[in-house]
């Protein structure tokens, strides 16, 4: 039995077992917008264990109509504000925005597999 994810219309197949050779690739680099929802907000202020408006005041910033997490400048980098390099990993795996969950199979990278193979060691042509 195969450990690849696919999804339908997308070129290729991703291995989530080379996330442990990956240093949060994804979770780092450029800087851009990671963004939540207001149930994602919610989940993740209560997983943290902290009032919607706290959570929000600290972590989030307003980007046009939406909501954004905000990243830490790392070296000359940007980090998402939950990617721990200790674990290298999501300190909010289990409340991690859709976003977050549905990466590499995002639209954008559709036609732009060979960007995505740059920045994900699981990518696998099809």
Same mark, same amino acid.
């Given at each position: 039995?195969?450990?690849?994810?696919?999804?339908?219309?997308?070129?290729?197949?991703?291995?989530?077992?080379?996330?442990? %050779?990956?240093?949060?690739?994804?979770?780092?680099?450029?800087?851009?917008?990671?963004?939540? %929802? !207001? +149930?994602?907000i +919610?989940?993740?202020? *209560?997983?943290l264990?902290? +009032?919607?408006? @706290? &959570?929000? $005041?600290?972590?989030?910033? *307003?980007?046009?109509?939406?909501?954004?997490?905000?990243?830490?400048?790392?070296?000359?980098?940007?980090?998402? $504000?939950?990617?721990?390099?200790?674990?290298?990993?999501c300190?909010?795996? @289990?409340?991690?925005?859709? !976003?977050?969950?549905?990466?590499?199979?995002?639209?954008? &990278? *559709?036609?732009?597999?060979?960007?995505?193979?740059?920045?994900?060691?699981?990518? !696998?042509?099809?």
């Open positions: 039995m195969s450990d690849l994810m696919r999804e339908e219309g997308f070129s290729y197949s991703f291995n989530p077992s080379a996330c442990s %050779t990956c240093q949060g690739k994804c979770c780092t680099g450029e800087s851009g917008y990671i963004y939540v %929802t !207001q +149930e994602e +919610e989940k993740i202020s *209560k997983l264990n902290l +009032e919607v408006s @706290d &959570f929000m $005041a600290k972590y989030l910033f *307003k980007n046009g109509y939406k909501y954004s997490i905000k990243e830490v400048k790392y070296s000359d980098s940007y980090e998402c $504000a939950f990617y721990s390099r200790a674990t290298n990993g300190s909010i795996y @289990d409340a991690r925005p859709l !976003q977050c969950k549905t990466f590499p199979f995002w639209d954008y &990278f *559709k036609t732009r597999v060979d960007e995505l193979k740059l920045e994900c060691p699981g990518i !696998q042509d099809d």
